[in-house]
């Protein structure tokens, strides 16, 4: 594999990782959410420098369904990042409190929530979308495959969309995206691991249905092209 390639799967990973650590907020200190915030938008930046061949292509060559698809979600997901970071610049205590910003906390709060958890959703979908492509590069890592394996990846995909279904309601995502409630809650009685399993899985969720959307695109491309 080449070395390009190890730098843009450890960047997935490590926003993966800081996403799941940013959405349990309280309960990794206000504090330390806000850098980690701020580390997550560095790695996004370095997210596209690295992909910056497909944006300097956006207005070249023809789009299929698939092309546009996985456009409307990528321009989504930054959207979400830049609200995000908008946002946060009005509720920050830590990282931006040394700019002479003084009100506009109720707009700053209603800002973050919707494009944290919108974003939560676009960017799994994204990661979804591309997920042929990385399993393409871990495969080179992994030379053999199986028939019997390939099922219970398949099953054990499943499970973890029908687990994810169950955290998403369970964790309140829902009322959040559609601001239900404005204030997210959090049990600090409750092991941050097993908080962190739980939107693991929700995002395990949306990456499984943008997996099966892109499949099935690409089935119907191919129909298509034998018409």
């Not at 061949?53 to 830049?82: C, E, H, I, P």
């Not at 800002?111 to 590069?137: K, P």
């Not at 029908?162 to 369970?170: D, E, F, P, R, S």
Request: charged share 15%; glycine share 8%.
């Amino acid at each position: 594999m080449k070395p390009k390639a190890i730098v843009k799967i450890a960047a997935d990973v490590a926003m993966t990782v800081l996403l799941l650590l940013l959405m349990a907020y309280e309960m990794v200190g206000r504090a330390a959410h806000e850098w980690i915030g701020a580390g997550m938008f560095v790695l996004f930046i370095v997210h596209h420098a690295l992909n910056w061949k497909w944006s300097r292509n956006l207005l070249r060559g023809k789009y299929t369904d698939m092309r546009a698809l996985q456009t409307v979600f990528a321009a989504l997901a930054l959207l979400s990042m830049l609200g995000a970071l908008v946002s946060a610049v009005f509720i920050s205590e830590e990282v931006f409190a040394f700019l002479p910003i003084r009100g506009g906390r109720a707009f700053g709060r209603t800002l973050h929530m919707l494009s944290v958890y919108w974003g939560f959703v676009f960017l799994s979908l994204h990661l979804g979308l591309h997920w042929n492509a990385m399993m393409g590069m871990a495969g080179r890592l992994c030379k053999q495959t199986s028939r019997p394996r390939r099922i219970v990846l398949r099953v054990l995909g499943v499970c973890i969309a029908l687990y994810g279904a169950y955290a998403l309601v369970k964790r309140g995502i829902p009322d959040y995206m559609f601001l239900r409630t404005h204030f997210a809650f959090f049990d600090f009685e409750e092991p941050l691991i097993f908080f962190l399993l739980d939107d693991l899985a929700a995002m395990g969720l949306f990456v499984w249905l943008g997996h099966y959307l892109a499949k099935g695109l690409r089935s119907l491309q191919k129909r298509k092209a034998k018409a």
